[in-house]
């Protein structure tokens, strides 16, 4: 089955050709990073704009790129929350006139939800159940994939993203947007023991987190020195905030693991692609006897892969919506109702 998937929940417009789920025709994409850079953090409304201009050639190269033609696509998928509202209805809206043109299913397919089955992409071999740490740019938590389309969130942010976090520090040290990548790499050349951050201490959840206190202290550390003039180590307090997130969230996926007895991790989302995570999961896994699922740096951000990868199980579970189709900026994982 040749779905065709479209992204633009947030400032990459994407759209991809993916079969059975597991494997990528094509995925093209156009970035509008650039463009936000200027003004440090996506602008919604060019956003949108930006989106429509991108989109219709977009779907035409990805037709293009694979050789099939209109009649070899046998549904149409996108993203329909959550996201910068204006720019998912870009991509709901040119979905719905596809999927009606070519009189196909449509198939809605929740953000999140895609950034997990980005993992059916790079392990063919995987199948649910298992577990998750998603971190990304406006999520973070730690969801039980009980089968494709049957989610359990067992902790989640209570505050900040992760990738907010990463983004707003990187800013402050003079990082262009979107700093994560940025304070990643600064961060490899760093002493993570140097200054010392705080870690989200469990509340009544255990498995719930907070980034907000980290990201305060961070931040009021870096215009402290600025204040009394101290130069900053700034490689060194990169490691530092890396190492204070990762020890807020690899902890918590170590007592899920103990706690459930799921023995395979995946992590989703942008953040998946920070060394320090990633070599922390690795870390906690192996102690724990668990299996590591962590989609190449290509497939953590944002694309269109991964949402033609869910949608096919979405379709084989029947979630398919009519032409009333609308878009949400804000929906829950769990998979509610339309
Ligand atoms: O999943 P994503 O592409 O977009 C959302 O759905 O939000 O995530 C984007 C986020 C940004 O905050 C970006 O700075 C962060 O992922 N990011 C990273 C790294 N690469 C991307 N954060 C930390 N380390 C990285 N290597
Ligand atoms: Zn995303």
Wanted: charged share 20%; proline share 5%; hydrophobic share 45%.
């Amino acid at each position: 089955m040749n779905i065709l998937a479209v992204e633009s929940s947030c400032d990459e417009t994407a759209v991809a050709i993916v079969k059975d789920g597991r494997e990528v025709l094509c995925d093209c994409i156009a970035s509008q990073v650039d463009l936000h850079r200027i003004y440090g953090g996506v602008v919604p409304e060019i956003a949108s704009r930006k989106h429509m201009e991108a989109i219709y050639g977009l779907a035409d190269q990805a037709l293009q790129q694979t050789g099939l033609s209109r009649e070899q696509i046998d549904a149409v998928a996108v993203t329909y929350a959550p996201g910068l509202i204006g720019a998912v209805l870009v991509g709901v809206n040119f979905a719905k006139a596809a999927a009606l043109a070519m009189g196909k299913p449509l198939i809605p397919v929740h953000h999140i939800r895609g950034h997990i089955a980005a993992n059916y992409l790079a392990y063919p071999q995987l199948e649910p159940p298992f577990l998750c740490l998603v971190v990304s740019g406006g999520h973070t938590m730690l969801v039980e994939v009980q089968d494709y389309t049957k989610m359990n969130i067992l902790g989640t942010t209570l505050d900040d993203a992760a990738g907010e976090c990463f983004d707003k520090v990187a800013r402050v040290l003079g990082m262009p947007y979107p700093g994560g990548a940025a304070l990643d790499k600064m961060a490899r050349q760093g002493h993570p023991e140097k200054y010392a951050l705080p870690r989200s201490k469990p509340g009544e959840n255990p498995y719930n987190m907070s980034f907000s206190g980290l990201k305060t202290a961070a931040l009021n550390l870096i215009h402290h020195a600025d204040q009394i003039g101290e130069e900053l180590d700034v490689p060194s307090l990169c490691a530092s905030f890396s190492q204070a997130v990762s020890d807020t969230l690899v902890p918590r996926v170590a007592m899920a693991l103990e706690q459930t007895g799921y023995r395979k991790i995946a992590v989703a989302g942008g953040v998946a692609a920070n060394s320090r995570i990633r070599e922390d999961v690795l870390t906690a896994a192996k102690k724990m006897g668990a299996e590591v699922y962590m989609p190449p740096l290509s497939l953590c951000g944002d694309n269109g892969a991964m949402i033609g990868a869910q949608a096919y199980y979405e379709y084989l579970a029947g979630n398919v919506a009519d032409m009333s189709l609308n878009a949400y900026a804000t929906k829950s994982i769990l998979g509610e109702a339309l």
